[in-house]
């Protein structure tokens, strides 16, 4: 299971930094206005990726709390409780970012409010995998590549990031927001097929 881990956590971080460069290159594409069937298979990739990146991220997550060290010793330790924290935070980032693309489909590019959105998604799922990629780099070999970054921006991932309830209750209204908007969009984007299979609206 430990091995599992470690694989499962490999295949989940390549998985979501694919889906976030493709999507990056995507919007350059379409900026610059060339290369659209480049930019069609940017888009497809960075969802297949990210569906792929989110199943390991679970599988990630739920090994390294069953098959690492004893789940007591895991749980009095700060670094593990940032950990977990932002390992759920990049799960509903990237469950999101999944729903919009199911739901839309390619066609959410032609509404700027659900492209927004939809990249605001991958972004904070990425910042979200990468702060657990430094914490596990501690755990593992008590160093991160990225300490440099860290500690200049002031962040010791090492004491527990402690939320008061008003932030907890913020973020959780936060992601039900999201949400919320995501169906009232559904609800005003309604799809039917066109020559050009675009997305229209009132």
Do not use: C
């Not at 390992?87 to 509903?92: K, P």
């Not at 973020?171 to 066109?194: D, E, N, P």
């Amino acid at each position: 299971m430990t091995h599992l881990h470690t694989i499962s956590a490999e295949l989940h971080t390549g998985m979501l930094v694919l889906a976030f460069i493709s999507i990056s290159f995507k919007i350059i594409g379409d900026k610059l206005g060339r290369f659209p069937k480049v930019t069609q298979a940017l888009e497809q990739t960075a969802y297949v990726s990210a569906f792929a990146g989110l199943l390991f991220l679970i599988i990630s997550a739920i090994t390294g709390l069953t098959s690492t060290w004893p789940r007591e010793a895991l749980l009095a330790s700060p670094l593990v409780l940032n950990k977990i924290l932002f390992t759920g935070f990049a799960i509903v980032f990237w469950m999101i970012f999944l729903l919009i693309r199911w739901n839309y489909g390619a066609n959410l590019w032609n509404s700027p409010k659900l492209k927004t959105l939809y990249v605001s998604m991958a972004t904070g799922g990425l910042l979200s995998i990468t702060l657990t990629g430094a914490m596990g780099g501690h755990l593992g070999k008590n160093e991160s590549l990225l300490d440099y970054f860290l500690h200049g921006a002031g962040i010791n991932t090492h004491t527990v990031f402690t939320l008061s309830q008003t932030w907890i209750a913020s973020i959780l209204a936060f992601v039900f927001s999201i949400l919320i908007v995501s169906i009232l969009l559904r609800k005003k984007y309604r799809y039917y097929k066109t020559r050009d299979g675009a997305l229209h609206g009132p």
